[in-house]
C-alpha cells in the first residue's frame, strides 16, 4: 500500500514538473493598442488567412507528445522486471503479500482475512504461553479451527490460533465408552484411532474435517430427533483463558461455566482437551426414497419417533422431497436384501443429458463458455454434485434454467431409492457439493411424543415464498432435527427433557471463481435470506446457526440483531464470562463484537 501511495505521489510530481517549468523568463509587456493595431493591420494584408483545421492539428499534436514523453517517463523511472516480461498486461493486478502476511479464508471462500500472526502451537505448554503472552501485549488470538464455517467465525485480522498440532488421543476409556483428547483433533481422525476399541461418536455433521474444539463450540449437530447436538457428548474440558490460566470443567467443577462454555464460540477460552462420551460402534443402514409433503404430514410423527437417524431433502419446484433415514442393522435379520432398481449411470443420465443439452444451448449463444468439444472433460467421470455445479454454473441466477437444474436432481434421487449399509462414521455423512453462501435456522418442532407440526409448515411456506418471488433456489433444502441441549448458548437450549428442534438449511452455489458472477450470486443470496427472515424467522422463533450467521451492515439491522439474540439467549452471563476469562478481548473478533456489545470493548 505505501509503494502504491508513493508511486502516485511520484507520477503527480512528475507531471508537475513538466507542465510547470520553473524560472521562466517574465512576459515581456503587452505592445501598445496602435502598435498591435499596425501588426493586425500588416498581418491581414501580408498573410492568407489560417484555418481552424490546422490549430486544432496542432493541439492534438502537443497532447499525442505530451502522453508519449510521460509514458516513456514512466516506463524508464518504474521499469518491469526482466524475469515477468512474457506475463499478459493486466488491468488490476495485486501488490504482492509480504512474506510474513498470511491470507486466511473459510472453505467457501466468501471471508478472508490477512494478518501476520498465525500461531499454531505444539502442546499446550506452548498454548498457554502464548495465550498468556498475548494477553499482557494485547494481541489478538481468535481462535480458529478447520475454517469451514460458512461466516468465517474463527477469523480475526489481528491474529489467531491453530491447534491442528495438537491432534493425539490422550486417554480411551473403552469400559465408560469415554475418550479424551486435544481439541485439534479432526473428527475423521478421531474415529479412526477409537474405531479399534469398538467405540465412535454418538452423532456427526454433514462432514469430518472440523477439529474437535471448532466443532463443539459453534453448537454443530447432526440429525435425529433423539439425539442432542454435539455439544452435549462433552462431559469435561479444558480451557485456556487469558485472565484466569488453564481451567478445568465439567457438571461436577463449576457446572454454569462448563454448560456455558461447551458453546462458547470461542470466546471464554481457547479449547485444549475435552472428553467425549461415545457410544458402541454400529452398522448402520441407510433407507433412501422419495415422497411429498403430503405423504409425509401422515407419517411425520412415525418417522421421528421410529428412526436412529432422519432427514428430508426438499427440491424446489417440485414436489419432491427425498427422505433419508439410518438405523442399527438388526442382529436377527441381518442387514435388507435389496437390488436396486436403476444403476449408478442410470441414475445420472437425466442430469448428463441436461448438461450436453445445456451446454449446447449456451454455446450457442456465445454465454459463458467458448471452449471446444475436445476441452470438455469425461462427464461420465463427474459425481452427481460435481456436475450439477458445472450445470448451475452456466447460468446460476436463471430461475428457468435452475428449476430444470432441479428437476434433473428430483429424477436422480427418484433413480437412487434403495439401502445402503455401512459404519455410522460412512453412512451419515453428505456430500454438500462445493462452494456455497448457506443459511440454517434452528426452531423448536414440538416434543418427540407429540410434534407440532411446525416444521413441516415452515417448508410449505418457504416454498411457496421461492415460487412466489421466482427465486433462482438449488436444491435441496435440507431438514434435520436434534434433541435438545442442555448448553445455554445454544440455538437448540431448552430446560425441557423432551423438546424436539428442527433445523432448516438454504443454499446458493459459488460454482465459478469469476469474481462479478459470484457478486451477482452473492447479492441474491442474501435477497433470498432476507425473505425468510422478515417472513419466517419471528413467526417460527427461528435462529440462525453460529457458524452461519452473517453480521447485518446497516446500523438499525444490527441493533435488531441484537435485541433478538438476547431475548433467547443468556447474552448478559455469557459477556459477564468474557470480562472476567478474556479482559482485554484478544479472543474475540469482529462477529462476537457486533453479537455482543460490551460498553467496555477494546
Sequence with gaps: MF???????SFKTHLKTLIHCPQQPPPPPPPSPVLFSSIRALSTASSPPSSSSDSELRKYLGYTALLA?????????????ENAKHKKAQLFRYSPLPEDLHTVSNWSGTHEVQTRHFHQPENLKQLEELVKESNEKRVKLRPVGSGLSPNGIGLARGGMVNLALMDKVLEVDKEKKRVRVQAGIRVQQLVDEIKDYGITLQNFASI?????GGILQVGA?????????????????KLVTPAKGTIELSKEKDPELFYLARCGLGGLGVVAE????????????EHTTVSNLKDLKKNHKKMLSENKHVKYLYIPYTDTV???????????RGPPKFKPKHTTDEAMQDIRELYKESLKKYRARDIKTKSSDSDEPNINEFSFTELRDKLLSLDPLNKDHVMKVNHAEAEFWRKSEGYRVGWSDDILGFDCGGQQWVSETCFPAGTLSKPSMKDLEYIEELKKLIETNELPAPAPIEQRWTARSQSPMSPASSSAEDDIFSWVGIIMYLPTMDARQRKEITEEFFHYRHLTQSQLWDKYSAYEHWAKIEVPKDKEELEALQARLKARFPVDA??????ELDPNRILSNNILEKLFPLSDTV
Design 574 to 579: 455469557y459477556n459477564k464470562a468474557r470480562r
Design 274 to 285: 475435552v472428553t467425549i462420551q461415545c457410544v458402541e460402534r454400529q452398522e448402520l443402514v
Design 3 to 9: 509503494r502504491s501511495l508513493s508511486l502516485k505521489r
Design 69 to 81: 514523453f510521460c509514458g516513456v517517463a514512466t516506463y524508464y523511472s518504474f521499469p518491469f522486471p
Design 221 to 237: 449437530h447432526g440429525t435425529g430427533a433423539k439425539l442432542p447436538p454435539i455439544d452435549e457428548q462433552i462431559i469435561s474440558m
Design 322 to 332: 427425498v427422505v433419508v433415514t439410518c438405523n442399527p442393522v438388526s442382529k436377527w
Design 208 to 212: 469430518r474435517e472440523q477439529q474437535i
